[in-house]
């Protein structure tokens, strides 16, 4: 009897490491971890990790993938945050001083998305000699592409805008994706760039 008993918990046992196993496979998991570890060196890291996190079986553990997904993601957040901006520029009402800085807005935003595109596809050419310039090039394309958000914020800086209800509204829609681009920028700086491919002479 007792010898039985043993014998079902051991079956148990083995059963709940199985599905266990199954539900969290060894790979997953230590794709998931390569992403925590890349975003706790970000300034939002919860943001990247949550973002990020649903693409570990596609960006495995490679610095190129996770950078590309990153940017990929923003661009789609940019993209609709400069929808959102135009279609808020268009709204009846807007004083002199907002209708010029929507505006100005409106072209920024504009600027950022081109620039997160040129990024995208300057990582998707090959990785040549000339890997210095390509990474020079798209640090250069995301930094600028935050500039372009912050310009954006700056048309609503000062004492006239304080309490704007059409400050706060845009505060609100471009925040995140600020924040997006800050990411993706990180991780070009600490995990792309230190991960220069090796070629043959």
Not at 49 to 71: C, E, R
Not at 173 to 182: E, K, L, P, R
Request: charged share 15%.
């Amino acid at each position: 009897m007792e010898c039985s008993f043993v014998s079902h918990a051991i079956a148990l046992l083995f059963t709940l490491q199985l599905t266990t196993s199954m539900a969290f496979p060894p790979s997953d998991q230590t794709n998931t971890d390569f992403i925590k570890t890349s975003c706790s060196n970000t300034t939002y890291p919860q943001l990247c990790y949550t973002t990020l996190s649903s693409y570990a079986n596609d960006i495995q553990d490679s610095p190129k993938l996770l950078v590309k997904t990153s940017l990929t993601v923003t661009l789609t957040t940019a993209q609709s945050t400069s929808t959102a901006i135009s279609n808020l520029s268009k709204s009846h009402g807007l004083s002199p001083m907002e209708a010029s800085a929507m505006s100005d807005c409106v072209e920024v935003l504009g600027d950022a998305v081109d620039e997160l595109q040129k990024s995208i596809a300057e990582m998707g050419l090959s990785e040549g000699t000339n890997w210095g310039l390509q990474m020079s090039d798209i640090q250069t394309w995301v930094s600028a592409a935050l500039t372009d958000v912050d310009t954006c914020m700056d048309g609503f800086a000062g004492h006239a805008m304080d309490g704007n209800k059409v400050r706060d509204k845009v505060r609100g829609i471009v925040v995140n994706v600020a924040h997006m681009i800050s990411i993706a920028l990180a991780l070009i700086n600490n995990n792309y760039a230190s991960s220069q491919p090796i070629f043959s002479p």
